[in-house]
């Protein structure tokens, strides 16, 4: 059982009537519903407004794989429970950042640059796949559109990734690398850009595959119990 915790801040949805609509369980029990039919996974969610933010040590140790949507309250998550994302991922925790959460804390800090992007409301994008044999790429077309989705273009300011999935092009002629991993000490990280709350991203057949193909690549191998150290070997 891969045992995965959707986290989200979960305000949008609570404030806006027309992302409420889409959402009524919020984006996590939106992305609760369509992972929790897939025999080898295991469903937890987590948001701001829980104690800790509902990831306490507890939580994240019982974490296979973390998945982050946030927009609004990046701040409002406690530098300490960024920390704590942070040590579990380097242990081997796996972590999908989310639309975004290119700007959350935990990202942030794992990947160490400013994470910033340009953007624009209204837009239509049509994803790419550049890695074909990639396992987040498994069983999905070579390319697949999006009819609403926000535009977030180059450049975006991310360290060089180990694998570019997709890439993003937008009616107005902006490009973005949208599906990019990472590892961080035993950790695997993946950013997939798709996920503005206005539109329903997260009800799309493909966006969903790439979501569980994500979550089985991202989970951890021989993980830690705490962030490796130096060794001394013998004199
Ligand atoms: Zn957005």
Known sequence: MIKVTIWNEYIHEKEYPN???????GIHGCIKAFLETEEDMQIRTATLEMPEGGLSEEVLKDTDVLIWWGHCAHDKVSDEIAERVKKHVLCGMGF????????????????GTSMCLRWRHGDSEI????????????????????????????????????????????????????????????????????????YPIYHDAN?????????????????????????????
């Not at 570019?164 to 949208?178: H, L, Q, T």
């Not at 979501?211 to 191998?221: L, M, S, Y």
Request: proline fraction near 8%; glycine fraction near 10%; aromatic fraction near 12%.
């Open 96 to 111: 999908i950042g989310l639309h975004s959460a290119h700007l959350c804390k935990p990202l942030k800090l794992l990947l």
């Open 127 to 198: 994803l790419k796949c550049t890695n074909p044999a990639h396992p987040i790429a498994e069983g999905l077309a070579e390319g697949f559109s999006l009819p609403k989705e926000e535009m977030y273009g180059e450049f975006f300011d991310i360290p060089k990734p180990d694998d570019v999935v997709f890439i993003g092009w937008f009616s107005s002629g902006e490009v973005f690398r949208s599906g990019c991993t990472w590892t961080r000490g035993r950790g695997k990280i993946f950013y997939f850009q798709p996920g503005h709350e206005e």
């Open 207 to 235: 966006i969903q595959k790439v979501i569980k193909n994500a979550v089985r690549w991202a989970k951890p191998v021989n993980r830690l119990d705490a962030p490796y150290e130096c060794v001394k070997v013998g004199e």
């Open 19 to 25: 992302v409420g609509a889409i959402y009524p369980n």
